[in-house]
């Protein structure tokens, strides 16, 4: 069974952090690059950051050197964790593989705003 379950996002003031967990069902984690990508109101989702299955790393521009992408292999579970956050950063943010899966889970949506 295909679970992508995303939690962590709220309201938060411009400057401020959250950090992003997704847990994913063991059957599309394990072996899988996974990513963050996020859909603001009106655009077409992109790609935020994706981490390979030995901990390589990589980033949008429009976030490089202000979110960090982590996994835990024991918990079948990745983190975003977001500082210094914009106003441009609001979206709702999802996980999946890269390349993605059909399926998608809820999302969780992050507010920046004053």
């Known amino acids: 069974q295909v679970q992508l379950v995303e939690s962590g996002g709220g309201l938060v003031q411009p400057g401020g952090s959250l950090r992003l967990s997704c847990a994913a069902s063991?059957?599309?984690?394990?072996?899988?690059?996974m990513a963050w990508y996020r859909q603001a109101p009106g655009n077409q989702r992109e790609r935020v950051a994706f981490?390979?299955?030995?901990?390589?790393?990589n980033y949008a521009d429009s976030v490089k050197g202000r979110f960090t992408i982590s996994r835990d292999s024991a918990k079948n579970t990745v983190y975003l964790q977001m500082n210094s956050l914009k106003l441009e950063d609001t979206a709702v943010y999802y996980c999946?593989?890269?390349?993605?899966?059909?399926?998608w889970g809820q999302g969780t949506q992050v507010t920046v705003s004053s």
């Open positions: 981490i390979t299955p030995g901990g390589g790393t």
């Open positions: 063991r059957s599309i984690f394990s072996g899988r690059f």
């Open positions: 999946n593989t890269l390349p993605n899966v059909d399926y």
